[in-house]
């Protein structure tokens, strides 16, 4: 039985090739990142039912590219790369998939955002600069509030989110590594500093899985602004569905060069 949607948690089935042959494995592409991975804008028209389309994202396509059986998206906008690192964890914990079903793609995301846990209302909250001024901010607590600003005030150094960063692509990298699940990170618009201030870093991140790491022109919104695409209608960030079919064959073209699946 299929479980019921629910935000930052999409699946499909692909209705690919390899659905016919019951003998064969399942093949389950997961994926995870911002909203540049869960597809925010995609839709003109209301985007229902959570404000984005993952089944029009890159991931969709980059799944029926790799003939996969199923197809998870469990990105959501504004996340944190704290978020990604934190629900891919326990996302393969709770649904103990074998490896060799598995392939798993991180898009991460911008290094000044961190999430926070509502201890009030039981839920997660995401939260980047800017977000002060987004109607919801007033549905915040008082205490988040404040947490959020004083965050704000003393987590402005490049050295720290550069740093946590490094440390959250090297602890998602080890986790699948020993976990025997094979993957792929690349970046949605910002990339790793290449200055030996983070050699320590650096040595320890596996090179040949991760599209483009260094370079901040390489990220899917600077590759799709390069090659002419246009974001959507009323926005300045997030591309349509042409967009992303695009980064999928950028994505695929990259995993069978490497021979990462």
């Known amino acids: ?30 994926v995870n990142g911002c909203s540049h991975t869960a597809g925010s804008e995609i839709d003109t028209l209301g985007v229902a039912p959570h404000g984005y389309s993952p089944e029009k994202a890159f991931g969709a396509h980059l799944a029926n590219a790799m003939g996969c059986d199923d197809y998870v998206n469990i990105a959501m906008p504004g996340g944190s790369n704290e978020r990604i690192t934190r629900t891919t964890i326990d996302w393969i914990g ?68 550069y740093s946590r960063l490094w440390a959250e692509v090297i602890m998602m990298q080890s986790y699948l590594k020993i976990n025997h699940i094979n993957y792929m990170f690349c970046n949605a618009y910002q990339g790793l500093p290449e200055t030996l201030d983070y050699a320590g870093f650096r040595s320890q991140v596996d090179l040949a899985a991760y599209y483009q790491p260094f370079e901040d022109s390489t990220g899917f919104v600077q590759i799709l602004t390069q090659q002419g695409f246009k974001t959507r209608a009323g926005d300045n960030v997030h591309f349509g569905e042409d967009g992303h079919r ?16």
Not at 1 to 20: E, F, L, N, V
Not at 247 to 253: C, E, F, K, R
């Open 94 to 161: 709770k649904y103990h998939k074998p490896a060799d079903q598995l392939f798993v793609v991180i898009m991460w995301t911008g290094r000044d955002r961190f999430e926070l846990y509502d201890d009030r209302n039981r839920i997660w909250l995401s939260l980047c600069p800017g977000v002060e001024r987004s109607r919801w901010f007033a549905d915040f607590t008082y205490a988040v509030q404040q947490y959020f600003k004083f965050h704000m005030l003393v987590r402005t150094s490049d050295v720290q989110t």
């Open 1 to 30: 039985m299929r479980r019921r949607y629910r935000p930052g948690d999409h699946r499909r089935r692909t209705g690919g090739s390899r659905r016919m042959d019951m003998t064969a494995p399942k093949k389950i592409l997961l």
């Open 246 to 261: 695009y980064w999928a064959g950028v994505l695929h073209a990259f995993i069978q060069d490497r021979r990462l699946a």
